[in-house]
């Protein structure tokens, strides 16, 4: 996939704005990026070793480092910065945002965890 044309932070630290050449702009919330960080300290080396990021509702993002010519590595303030994320993933996240929270949010139900 080809690199966005531009990755823009809100003043607030706490939205990523993706945009690619000839698509919508695909905003991704820090909290989100965090909670569905593809670093093995969240994905696991299998889905059985997956964790659910509790507390992460004010999570904001530091900064970000290009990796390559193929992704960005997204340095969260609670010091989280093992997540390398794809141009690839980026455009997934975009695409699945919805679902994805919405497991994210019953994962805490089910666990009796809070965003907060």
Excluded: C
Excluded at 22 to 30: F, S, T, V
Excluded at 59 to 64: G, N, P, Q, R, T
């Amino acid at each position: 996939m080809r690199p966005p044309s531009e990755l823009r932070v809100s003043k607030d630290r706490r939205l990523l704005t993706v945009l690619f050449d000839n698509h919508a702009p695909i905003p991704l919330e820090a909290e989100f990026l965090r909670v569905v960080s593809p670093s093995a300290e969240v994905q696991g080396h299998s889905p059985e070793q997956r964790v659910t990021v509790p507390g992460k509702r004010n999570v904001a993002i530091s900064k970000m480092e290009p990796v390559g010519n193929y992704a960005v590595r997204i340095v969260f303030d609670d010091g989280h910065d093992t997540g390398i994320f794809t141009w690839d993933y980026l455009h997934t996240l975009g695409h699945e945002k919805d679902t994805r929270w919405q497991a994210y949010l019953d994962e805490l139900a089910a666990k009796h965890l809070s965003r907060d």
